[in-house]
């Protein structure tokens, strides 16, 4: 075997590293968004009082159907989340800003500490196999997440995959999703242009970042409605990784 293509479906995608966003890409989104939110919640709801949970689930993007994929829970990074949690701390509390934002950082701090990842994070079918498989055929394998770096690592430790040739998180560059800042510095880091970076992931944010940086872009999501909204940015859409495969030719 001495060549290797990645395949969507009939199509040859050409790339040398590709990048993979981790919520909803690698592990499926919803259980990780719901345990998260219950820990967030009900640290809010202790300070600010009961009354204050719906205000927490409306801003936060949660429903009785589930996580809005595009709202503020899944989309944004743990920064841009601190200071929206600051803001609500400071309107129902009265304390100064300043307070308000340590708070909210000790808030964030404590529902970290105290998730189950085991139990919060699930792979999606196909996520370890694709990712070992790139490896093996040579490609530049990593992760582009709006999570921090921490539970990252984390993540990939409980997928057993110990071999990503990168991490890049909010705390690696300036700006995180859809700002093109992570595919720019995957880009530098390993002396590629952007037309060889392909990023997979489930998100408009996802797929934004790459278009911004001049990358291709694989959206995967099992919801028509979304997948039909990726199409527009997106170069493939696809229902999950495992719809992602590399064909040998020797």
């Given at each position: 075997?001495?060549?290797?293509?990645?395949?969507?479906?009939?199509?040859?995608?050409?790339?040398?590293?590709?990048?993979?966003?981790?919520?909803?890409?690698?592990?499926?989104?919803?259980?990780?968004?719901?345990?998260?939110?219950?820990?967030?919640?009900?640290?809010?709801?202790?300070?600010?009082?009961?009354?204050?949970?719906?205000?927490?689930?409306?801003?936060?993007?949660?429903?009785?159907?589930?996580?809005?994929?595009?709202?503020?829970?899944?989309?944004?990074?743990?920064?841009?989340?601190?200071?929206?949690?600051?803001?609500?701390?400071?309107?129902?509390?009265?304390?100064?800003?300043?307070?308000?934002?340590?708070?909210?950082?000790?808030?964030?701090?404590?529902?970290?500490?105290s998730l189950n990842i085991e139990e919060a994070f699930i792979p999606?079918?196909?996520?370890?196999?694709?990712?070992?498989?790139?490896?093996?055929?040579?490609?530049?394998?990593?992760?582009?997440?709006?999570?921090?770096?921490?539970?990252?690592?984390?993540?990939?430790?409980?997928?057993?995959?110990?071999?990503?040739?990168?991490?890049?998180?909010?705390?690696?560059?300036?700006?995180?999703?859809?700002?093109?800042?992570?595919?720019?510095?995957?880009?530098?880091?390993?002396?590629?242009?952007?037309?060889?970076?392909?990023?997979?992931?489930?998100?408009?944010?996802?797929?934004?970042?790459?278009?911004?940086?001049?990358?291709?872009?694989?959206?995967?999501?099992?919801?028509?409605?979304?997948?039909?909204?990726?199409?527009?940015?997106?170069?493939?859409?696809?229902?999950?990784?495992?719809?992602?495969?590399?064909k040998w030719e020797s």
């Amino acid at each position: 075997m001495t060549a290797r293509t990645i395949q969507v479906g009939e199509l040859p995608v050409s790339a040398s590293v590709v990048a993979f966003d981790k919520d909803g890409t690698l592990f499926q989104a919803e259980p990780f968004w719901t345990a998260l939110n219950k820990e967030r919640k009900k640290r809010f709801v202790s300070i600010t009082g009961l009354h204050h949970g719906e205000e927490w689930d409306r801003i936060m993007g949660v429903t009785e159907d589930g996580v809005d994929h595009s709202g503020l829970l899944a989309v944004a990074s743990e920064s841009e989340e601190k200071t929206v949690i600051a803001a609500l701390l400071y309107r129902h509390t009265g304390k100064p800003w300043i307070e308000s934002l340590a708070l909210a950082e000790k808030l964030l701090a404590e529902s970290n500490h105290s998730l189950n990842i085991e139990e919060a994070f699930i792979p999606t079918p196909g996520a370890v196999s694709l990712l070992q498989e790139l490896k093996r055929a040579g490609y530049v394998v990593g992760i582009a997440t709006s999570d921090n770096k921490q539970r990252t690592n984390a993540c990939m430790k409980l997928l057993g995959f110990h071999d990503a040739d990168f991490i890049v998180t909010p705390e690696s560059v300036s700006h995180g999703k859809p700002s093109p800042d992570m595919l720019e510095k995957i880009c530098r880091d390993f002396t590629v242009p952007p037309e060889e970076v392909l990023m997979v992931g489930d998100s408009i944010v996802d797929c934004m970042m790459a278009k911004a940086a001049g990358c291709k872009s694989i959206a995967v999501n099992q919801n028509p409605e979304l997948r039909h909204d990726l199409s527009k940015l997106a170069d493939f859409t696809l229902t999950g990784v495992a719809d992602i495969l590399i064909k040998w030719e020797s």
